[in-house]
């Protein structure tokens, strides 16, 4: 009987074709690779990364932390050790970080002595430090979120130079240098602190940066900005301000935003009893705005929280529970970085008074113990650990994996 060729041939093709359930596993094998490499973090949205976080994936990490309760820890810094603390405090935490700018800490990153005419030099180190931060931030392994801290009326040359620099970085890549920018125009009557920030908001949207405004004033002083003397009663927002607000900026296409409302907040550490916080301000701003929507949404806004030193963990969690999604934190974390500081010199003192001598022995160099790089990290340890307990008053602590 002869077979015909064809027959040969097909025969011969399914004899090296993969069976359907072989098939199938390579299919189910090369899904499950697929959503590894697009699900980096099991926890949060597959659009964050490790890395800076800008555009969609920060505004889908900050609505993440709205529904699931919990608040990004955002630092002030003032070089790349503070910087890398905040790093390294994320990757023990298992948790996101905001690493933030202010006007001058800028300053001090481009050097003390640089001339600052026209915020050269502030523009010019916060830019240094965020180039710095997209470099090594994937090594950490955590999602890092670079922003500036406040701007005022007087500093806006500042925010403009920001703003041109992540322009050119957006040409260039495709994405903004910075992941968010704060304006502080509460000191200006509400309807020109809003018409200034929308106008901002317009620039900023078509690079898809988010922009942080404050409603209401942060009291105690700060980096330069001195509300110490403030009317008790500009220390809070009131509901009708936000509303018109979220109004305003809800009216510019793509944009992002974020409120630091204020609800008695203060810059610094007080003795207690002396700020009287009333996170119950937040709450009845989102039901107003929840009215006013007719949206079953019960948290529309993404709420921030200014003059976090200090603060009890009672009122920070129900703050958390009314949509705030990041608390800055500054004054408790410089004395950390000192105290870490301090400590070394205290428990070395007898190896830092010279160069070699020591009660080792008269002739034993010291130059192990007087390496700088010796003092800056243990003030670098101490400001890590001091993050990780914030981390876990905020409840983000273990929200990656």
């Not at 322009?167 to 304006?183: A, I, N, R, V």
């Amino acid at each position: 009987m002869k077979i015909p060729v064809a027959a040969l041939l097909i025969a011969s093709a399914n004899a090296f074709a993969p069976s359907s359930s072989l098939h199938e596993r390579f299919s189910a094998l090369e899904m499950t690779a697929t959503a590894v490499e697009t699900s980096v973090f099991g926890k949060l949205p597959a659009t964050v990364k490790p890395g800076v976080v800008t555009g969609k994936a920060l505004t889908d990490l900050l609505n993440h932390a709205k529904n699931e309760k919990f608040a990004i820890p955002g630092v002030n810094i003032v070089g790349s050790n503070s910087i890398n603390s905040c790093m390294e405090a994320a990757a023990k935490y298992q948790g996101p970080i905001m690493v933030t700018f202010s006007k001058g800490g800028g300053q001090f990153i481009a050097g003390k002595t640089v001339d600052n005419t026209d915020d050269k030099a502030s523009i010019a180190g916060c830019v240094a430090g965020a180039k710095h931060v997209h470099e090594v931030a994937k090594l950490y392994g955590v999602p890092v979120i670079l922003h500036t801290d406040h701007c005022q009326k007087a500093w806006l040359p500042w925010f403009d130079g920001l703003l041109e620099a992540n322009e050119k970085y957006f040409e260039e890549t495709g994405g903004p240098l910075f992941s968010s920018h704060m304006l502080d125009l509460s000191e200006e009557p509400l309807e020109e602190n809003i018409a200034i920030c929308k106008k901002y908001m317009e620039r900023m949207a078509k690079i898809n940066l988010l922009l942080e405004f404050e409603l209401g004033i942060t009291g105690g002083e700060e980096d330069g900005v001195d509300n110490s003397d403030v009317d008790s009663s500009r220390l809070y927002t009131q509901p009708e301000e936000v509303w018109y607000a979220y109004q305003q900026l809800s009216e510019v296409e793509n944009a992002a935003f974020t409120c630091a409302a204020s609800f008695g907040n203060v810059h610094g550490v007080y003795a207690p009893g002396n700020v009287e916080l009333k996170p119950i301000i937040l709450h009845t701003s989102q039901k107003f705005i929840q009215e006013k929507l007719g949206t079953d949404e019960t948290k529309p806004m993404k709420f921030v929280f200014h003059g976090g030193s200090g603060s009890s963990p009672e009122d920070i969690k129900y703050a958390i529970e009314a949509g705030v999604i990041k608390m800055n934190i500054d004054t408790d974390t410089q004395w950390a970085y000192w105290d870490g500081i301090r400590k070394y010199e205290s428990d070395n003192r007898d190896y830092l008074q010279r160069q070699i001598g020591n009660p080792d022995g008269d002739d034993i160099p010291n130059k192990k113990f007087y390496d700088p790089r010796m003092a800056l990290r243990a003030g670098e340890e101490a400001m890590a650990e001091r993050l990780c307990k914030a981390a876990e008053d905020l409840n983000c602590v273990d929200v990656l994996n």
